[in-house]
């Protein structure tokens, strides 16, 4: 029997190694990364005059060449790219010969199987062809090249991309493609304008008749392109909010700087779904109206980001010491991995030796001392990994307020001048700009009167004065808003109140600001102030938070009034503070491995509710759901579960554990057999309610229990009465807001995760 056995055992062990799959091969990966800025033609040039687009087309960027940069450092220390297999091309250098040869170099050096990414940061434009075919307009979209200024040089129209792209997947290369720039020249409605990422029209007839097949139409093509916004709008420009960012290295690219934030807060394993789902919430709570897109192969959706299996993958990252010169330690991280001053790194091979961050240099570049250990044993090469987390300490959210230097007599006088535009047959007055886009707007601040029209695409329109005649004339048949400046004493309130806290950060130009204050009639025709966006569109009506976070009426002149208003726009800044810093918020780099995922299922068939898929009405079951891959692999550390919602008027609601706010025991519960169960219903038959919007839902899961869960995770909508006398929620709300207020411990230990799930709901 005894040799019996052992004949079984070694038919079995043959087999196994027989049927066994081979390990993961490591892919070639290439990437291309462009960024342009530089769009002017050099001075004295005399070629720019013969352009088919107008002298003031070549209006110039900022955050391209930050956001190229960025993504290559992510591809090297996330995704495993060789430094050297990612090609660079910067502002002058990237004319348009430079980026057909290296999209044609990088499809030669990628062999079959391997893996190839494209990003681009610049404008984006069209060019008319009067023999295209699929085109209605009879334009095409464009990428513009450095040197288009040239009378000789064209844009690259998207079916010469498409060609090139299609080699790729005929060679069958997984390509990957992101664009952060415009596909048309359409108008954000916000109060001010923001700089966009593109560029005039090229009225140069192409005629090209040719109709390459788009990638993403290829069958099985292995193609994901990923672009910052729709073909009818424009990409929007945003400025970092992380101080640990130099200055000239903060502005970005919306969607650049979206994907930036989540690949920090997401594994490097995530989906590529998930990835773009959790970018379309942050570029929400920048307050930018633009709607990214996906597309191309269905199966590339669930598969990482670039194609890359996740066997591949590892969620340690770790970072190589560059350099040790004139006795500062340089590591090889900087504001694009993720990092933060107070950082603490462990060797990897030796866990006596201990580095923190002490300054972020570059994107790419930390200075660093020895905090356990000895100096002497650090050495060019060696590689750290993250073992703390720590907050950037940026601020939760920026306002500006608009200059002003009228007397609250002057805002009256003006507010009489809208009562009479608000009766006038000549205009349609539009008073709610969430629910009725305004073709006119019209700014008063600091002395100066200007207005946009959207009908004709015109900014920076100059009024002499606000008057009923020269409004009518510029607005006649035109829907039309008003933003009346604050008296100065609001404006030098405000400016007090909000330098006394923390998160809450004022800023000088308008498009670096998530939201504005803005003053209007409220409904019994008295001034009154509130917050909107500093972008918007009807069709963001789906955004992560509000576009009007509602306004608050300045009754009179008193002390009162003004105190009433400052206090409760200063509430409503709270809570919008609240939603971004959940949208943003980063869990720490090492966590405990947790597989659990938010997934709803409809009720009725258990069929899973994609990112935009629920209506109101619609019944649901809100389940906690492993990975099927990899949460029987290792052991899951026990943790607490909290999970609540965020809508788009900024309401949180805690879902669980119940009201009572007791935990109900750590997770994964366990079956018969004691292995955790796969799935746990957390709620059952859910009805999704209005408002129509993004609903976010979080997930925390914490070693400890959090004390009173339920009230951390409530919140009121921000769109709610003016100020009323302080209470528990207030003081709950103030989050440690307060200047020299006790927050979160920078070294606070990594042993809590977080998830997020956002879904659309419609009507």
């Known amino acids: 029997m005894k040799y019996l056995l052992s004949f079984f055992a070694t038919i079995l062990l043959s087999s196994q190694m027989l049927f066994a799959q081979p390990p993961t091969k490591e892919p070639v990966k290439k990437a291309l990364v462009i960024g342009i800025d530089t769009y002017s033609p050099p001075i004295g040039s005399k070629q720019a005059k013969s352009t088919t687009r107008p002298p003031e087309a070549w209006n110039d960027l900022s955050g391209c060449k930050n956001d190229a940069e960025a993504m290559k450092e992510i591809l090297v220390s996330k995704f495993g790219f060789a430094t050297t297999d990612v ?281 660093v001392t020895v905090i356990a250990g000895s100096a002497a044993a650090i050495k060019a090469g060696m590689k750290f990994t993250v073992t703390n987390w720590v907050s950037s300490k940026a601020p939760l959210l920026k306002i500006y307020i608009p200059k002003s230097s009228y007397t609250y007599d002057e805002i009256t006088k003006q507010a009489s001048v809208n009562m009479q535009l608000k009766q006038s047959p000549n205009v349609k007055w539009s008073s709610k700009i969430e629910t009725a886009e305004p073709d006119v707007t019209i700014n008063i601040q600091d002395r100066k009167i200007t207005a946009r029209d959207f009908t004709t695409n015109t900014n920076n329109i100059i009024l002499k004065d606000f008057s009923v005649a020269e409004t009518e004339k510029l607005a006649k048949g035109k829907s039309l808003f008003v933003n009346m400046a604050p008296p100065k004493k609001l404006q030098d309130m405000m400016v007090t109140k909000f330098s006394e806290y923390k998160t809450i950060q004022l800023v000088e130009k308008p498009e670096d600001a998530n939201y504005v204050l803005y003053g209007t009639l409220d409904v019994n025709n008295n001034v009154a102030y509130g917050l909107v966006k500093t972008d918007f569109s009807l069709r963001d009506s789906l955004g992560s938070m509000p576009v009007d976070a509602g306004c608050y009426t300045l009754a009179d002149n008193s002390e009162k009034s003004y105190q009433d208003v400052v206090e409760s726009v200063f509430e409503t800044c709270v809570k919008l503070s609240k939603i971004r810093g959940w949208l943003t918020l980063a869990p720490p780099k090492e966590q405990d491995f947790f597989p659990y995922r938010i997934v709803l299922r409809d009720n009725a068939t258990q069929q899973i509710i994609e990112s935009d898929g629920l209506k109101i009405g619609q019944r649901f079951d809100i389940n906690l759901e492993a990975d099927e891959e990899t949460y029987l692999q290792q052991d899951i550390f026990p943790k607490y579960i909290y999970l609540f919602t965020i809508d788009k008027n900024g309401t949180m609601t805690p879902v669980y554990p119940s009201r009572s706010g007791q935990s109900e025991g750590k997770f994964p519960r366990r079956n018969n057999n004691g292995n955790p169960v796969e799935k746990f219903i957390i709620f059952k038959n859910a009805k999704a309610s209005e408002p129509s919007g993004t609903d976010n839902y979080f997930l925390i899961a914490s070693e400890t229990p959090i004390p009173d869960a339920y009230s951390l995770f409530k919140q009121e909508g921000v769109r709610g009465t003016p100020r009323s006398a302080s209470g528990p929620l207030a003081e709950l709300l103030k989050m440690g807001n307060i200047s020299g207020a006790r927050g979160i411990n920078p070294n606070t230990p990594a042993n809590w995760n977080l998830y997020r799930l956002s879904v659309k709901v419609t009507y």
């Open 87 to 367: 090609k660079e091309l910067y502002n002058t250098k990237a004319t348009r010969a430079a980026i057909l040869s290296s999209l044609n170099d990088l499809l030669k050096s990628t062999p079959e199987n391997g893996i190839a990414v494209v990003y681009y940061a610049g404008h984006g434009s069209q060019i008319r062809n009067s023999m295209a075919q699929n085109d209605d307009d009879g334009y095409n979209e464009t990428i513009v090249p450095a040197d288009v200024w040239r009378k000789d040089t064209v844009d690259i129209t998207d079916k010469q991309v498409s060609a090139i792209f299609g080699e790729f997947v005929k060679k069958k290369i997984k390509l990957t493609a992101i664009f952060d720039c415009c596909q048309s020249g359409s108008m954000a409605r916000g109060l001010f304008e923001g700089k966009s990422r593109y560029i005039n029209r090229n009225e140069y007839d192409l005629k090209d008749a040719s109709n390459p097949t788009p990638p993403e139409e290829m069958t099985n093509s292995g193609y994901l392109r990923i672009s910052a916004s729709q073909a009818d709008e424009v990409a929007k420009e945003h400025m970092d909010d992380n101080p640990n960012v130099p200055i000239e290295k903060r502005t970005h690219g919306a969607f650049t700087l979206a994907l930036m934030k989540v690949l920090d807060q997401q594994s490097a394993k995530a989906s590529a779904q998930n990835i773009f789902t959790a970018v379309r919430a942050i570029i929400k709570s920048f307050s930018k109206p633009q709607e990214p897109v996906m597309a191309g192969d269905p199966t590339r959706y669930n598969e990482t980001l670039f194609g890359i299996d996740k066997a591949l993958l590892s969620d340690n990252v770790s970072f190589p010491i560059m350099s040790l010169l004139n006795k500062k330690i340089i590591l090889q991280a900087g504001y694009a991995s993720g990092v933060n001053p107070d950082n603490e790194l462990t060797a990897v091979n030796d866990s006596t030796l201990k580095i923190k961050i002490v300054n972020i240099m570059s994107l790419n570049q930390s200075e």
